[in-house]
């Protein structure tokens, strides 16, 4: 893994915490979108050297509802950045991790991601990504 690309963190209201971010943390907010894919809702904040990922349900079928049904708002996943998304899965499968999905599928601005079950990497549900352009 090259690096943190960022850190998703689950919440209810992605108007209330955009305000947090930036009127009380001071930090940017760069843009939101809704990833259809994924039934959610999200907010990238520019925390300098690391992006966070602020989470909205989109609709009860979102894991990030069930999520905070469960466990209320909070740390939600970590992503890490590779160059070569496909090889990276085939190296996961061959260690035996517990992947969500065979493939990578679409997330923000059009990275390949894929999640490592939480059982799989020591409670922390974990996302790879594979960027296809910096966020502006
Ligand atoms: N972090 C850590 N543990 C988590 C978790 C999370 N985010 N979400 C669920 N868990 C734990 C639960 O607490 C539960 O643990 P126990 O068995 O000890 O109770 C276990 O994982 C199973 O949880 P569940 O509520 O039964 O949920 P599911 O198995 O139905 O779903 C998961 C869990 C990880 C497979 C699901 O949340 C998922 O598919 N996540 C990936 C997709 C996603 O989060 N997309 C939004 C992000 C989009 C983006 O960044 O682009």
């Known amino acids: 893994m090259n690096q943190v690309d960022h850190i998703g963190i689950a919440v209810a209201s992605l108007d209330e915490a955009i305000a947090f971010y930036t009127n009380q943390l001071g930090m940017s907010h760069i843009k939101t979108e809704i990833i259809q894919e994924q039934n959610v809702k999200v907010a990238f904040i520019d925390a300098g050297n690391i992006c966070i990922e602020l989470l909205e349900a989109t609709n009860e079928k979102s894991s990030v509802a069930k999520f905070l049904q469960k466990r209320g708002p909070g740390l939600h996943h970590i992503a890490y950045r590779v160059e070569d998304i496909e090889s990276r899965i085939v190296q996961m499968n061959e260690n035996g991790l517990l992947l969500l999905t065979e493939a990578p599928q679409?997330?923000?601005?059009?990275?390949?991601?894929?999640?490592?079950?939480?059982?799989?990497?020591?409670?922390?549900?974990?996302?790879?990504?594979?960027?296809?352009?910096?966020?502006?």
């Open 106 to 136: 679409v997330g923000a601005n059009g990275a390949k991601i894929i999640f490592m079950h939480p059982s799989s990497a020591g409670g922390v549900l974990t996302e790879v990504c594979e960027k296809q352009e910096e966020l502006t």
